[in-house]
């Protein structure tokens, strides 16, 4: 069955240490990538995403993702959390029929 | 100015009434959506509607229905609420099938009591 996984529920980590969240993903063929961030509260705003190219993509708020093809794999990297990250991060895959499907989102919470 | 903007923001009902959401974009995108948000923040669409045409009915009960009276806007209406149906609702926009991302509107919080 076509889906999305994410790796990590909830990850629990201090300021300024580094994050990786986990995302592969079973469609075949073409499909596009996304990462979205929700804050507490608000609606879901796009991170960055990958359609072809270099592999290694960068986004907002220092955030990069790396598509490993041979892994079905597009994890999302951050070198130095802060606070402000604290959020809902959703992995989300188009395979080209006018929907996002969607992980099962990993809850990010950074202390201080 | 708000891309995606969804009333009302919360909603708050008795099971069996029937109430509606209202969604707009001015973006100029042809294609809009709508995805629901359980209580476990697990997200799914329902609906793709493009160029005013629906694309996708992901298995939604006949209880929901969409209507798209123009490109800019997609309402949803819901009959008979149950219990289940509590969840947020975001409204999606994007150009064509959508392969370069969505943009939400804030979500409407519906709660069913």
């Known amino acids: 069955a076509q889906s999305v996984s994410q790796h990590n529920h909830h990850v629990i980590l201090s300021e300024a240490a580094s994050l990786e969240l986990g995302c592969n993903y079973s469609?075949?063929?073409?499909?596009?990538l996304f990462w979205y961030v929700q804050y507490p509260g608000q609606h879901l705003q796009l991170l960055l995403k990958?359609?072809?190219?270099?592999?290694l993509v960068k986004g907002i708020k220092g955030f990069e993702a790396e598509f490993i093809k041979s892994k079905f794999s597009f994890n999302l990297r951050k070198p130095s959390v802060q606070w402000s990250d604290t959020a809902e991060y959703f992995c989300?895959?188009?395979?080209?029929?006018?929907?996002?499907?969607f992980g099962a989102g990993t809850t990010v919470t950074v202390r201080a | 100015d708000t891309a995606v903007s969804q009333t009302p923001k919360y909603l708050v009902t008795q099971m069996g009434n029937d109430k509606s959401i209202k969604c707009e974009q001015n973006?100029?995108?042809?294609?809009m959506y709508w995805y629901k948000q359980d209580s476990k923040k697990f997200l799914k669409i329902m609906f793709s509607?493009?160029?005013?045409?629906?694309?996708i009915n992901e298995t939604v009960p006949n209880r929901f229905s969409p209507k798209s009276p123009d490109k800019a806007h997609l309402n949803l209406h819901i009959n008979s609420l149950e219990l289940g149906d509590s969840a947020v609702y975001f409204c999606?926009?994007?150009?064509?099938?959508?392969?370069?991302?969505?943009?939400f509107g804030s979500g409407t919080r519906l709660t069913v009591v």
């Open positions: 990958y359609f072809s190219g270099d592999p």
């Open positions: 973006l100029g995108h042809d294609t």
């Open positions: 999606a926009s994007s150009q064509g099938r959508g392969l370069q991302g969505h943009t």
């Open positions: 509607y493009n160029n005013k045409e629906l694309i």
């Open positions: 469609y075949g063929g073409t499909v596009n």
């Open positions: 989300a895959v188009s395979p080209n029929d006018y929907k996002l499907s």
